[in-house]
């Protein structure tokens, strides 16, 4: 009987701990988060006036207060870029994940990222980030290294 008991406390514990954890994530909102990424270029052609190329970069975000939304979560993301006759456009995705392992799922183009879903506590989350780059050196084996702050705002459904 102790065990039985000893189990229903545990996963009662769990199920009001992961609702606790939801609840922390507002419903809607505005922040700022810095995401520091590396980007590997996974593919290039290259055919004179125009160029085309796939890269996959990871980075972490960093909530600029140092805490709250979007703080401390890996992202891993893909992107496709064409220049052609010097004008530049790419697209791609991203999944951002936090240290609860719960993730939001993005895609973006050349000015913002846009939320279109998510797992946990980011399940039906929309949303806009536009974004400006921060260009850094370059990092070891020829990989660019880029500092992206983000201004989003979002709404959970």
């Not at 064409?82 to 790419?90: A, G, Q, R, S």
């Not at 993005?106 to 400006?132: E, S, W």
């Amino acid at each position: 009987m102790k065990l039985e008991t000893g189990v229903l406390f545990a996963a009662a514990y769990l199920m009001i701990a992961a609702q606790s954890l939801a609840a922390d994530f507002p419903k809607s909102g505005e922040s700022e988060y810095d995401t520091y990424y590396v980007f590997e270029n996974l593919m290039t052609i290259d055919a004179g006036p125009a160029a085309s190329g796939i890269d996959d970069f990871t980075g972490i975000t960093r909530n600029v207060k140092g805490e709250g939304p979007f703080h401390d979560m890996s992202v891993h993301c893909l992107t496709h870029w064409t220049v052609i006759d010097e004008k530049f456009d790419l697209d791609g995705s991203c999944v951002e994940t936090d240290r609860d392992g719960d993730s939001v799922f993005t895609t973006f183009d050349d000015q913002a990222h846009y939320l279109v879903g998510g797992t946990g506590k980011y399940k039906g989350i929309t949303g806009k980030a536009p974004y400006t780059v921060d260009e850094l050196h370059k990092a070891v084996s020829d990989r660019s290294a880029r500092v992206v702050n983000h201004k989003v705002s979002w709404e959970v459904k």
